[in-house]
């Protein structure tokens, strides 16, 4: 019913900037919660950020000042800046939806991969 979208991914130097997008589409009522969440080679997938549909914000420590999350109607950002390479991870985007009232499911894109490198 709803699918995500990703693009912006790709090659950058430290210190660069990448920004992502990830468009919804589908059968949604409202958002609830979209995020960006990444995961290394061999780690877990963790939460990069967050926006709920108040515009309430969070961020990861490691990405605080660095990383600024957006949403424009179906699409949300993520601005990436002062790139390092620990970034380096394929991100995924994520959206935890109302389809109706009473009826709220979560979506992930397919992941796209960062490489941050000189």
């Not at 990830?22 to 963790?46: E, H, L």
């Not at 601005?79 to 991100?91: C, F, G, I, R």
């Amino acid at each position: 019913q709803v699918q995500l979208v990703e693009s912006g991914g790709g090659l950058v130097q430290p210190g660069g900037s990448l920004r992502l997008s990830c468009a919804a589409s589908g059968s949604i009522s409202s958002f609830n919660v979209m995020g960006w969440y990444r995961q290394a080679p061999g780690k877990q997938r963790d939460v990069v950020a967050t926006i709920t549909s108040g515009g309430s914000t969070n961020y990861a420590e490691s990405v605080k000042g660095r990383f600024t999350i957006s949403r424009d109607k179906n699409t949300v950002y993520l601005q990436m800046n002062s790139l390092k390479p620990e970034d380096t991870a394929v991100y995924y985007c994520n959206a935890n939806i109302r389809l109706y009232v009473g009826l709220n499911r979560d979506y992930w894109g397919q992941g796209t991969q960062v490489t941050v490198s000189s």
